[in-house]
């Protein structure tokens, strides 16, 4: 699957440990800044859907708003059974830019 660069934020929109959502094809990601650099993830907890750019960041983790589920930003995985994951998607930092490498639609 082929992908593209999608620029979706300034770095200095994201102080480190906040999260930020942004539109790409039709679908919700959730951009962060942690102590460990810039992660990406689908923006929907796959508990009950909660915006998980609205969730704490503890070390590269973010804990769901609504029912606390904690997912790793490296791998997507849910801590409490990493059978389950959300989609991930690589980030580049060039400059002030921050853009997501996204699959493109053919």
């Not at 009950?48 to 930003?73: E, R, S, T, Y």
Request: charged share 25%; net charge negative; hydrophobic share 40%.
């Amino acid at each position: 699957m082929s992908t593209r660069r999608i620029k979706v934020a300034k770095k200095s929109e994201l102080a480190v440990g906040k999260g930020k959502a942004v539109m790409i094809q039709g679908q919700e990601i959730a951009v962060f800044h942690t102590e460990e650099g810039f992660f990406a993830c689908e923006n929907a907890c796959l508990h009950q859907g909660a915006p998980l750019d609205q969730g704490d960041l503890q070390g590269c983790m973010v804990i769901c708003p609504w029912h606390a589920w904690k997912f790793n930003l490296k791998d997507g995985s849910f801590v409490s059974d990493p059978a389950f994951a959300l989609k991930t998607y690589p980030v580049i930092s060039e400059g002030e830019d921050l853009w997501i490498e996204f699959p493109s639609k053919n």
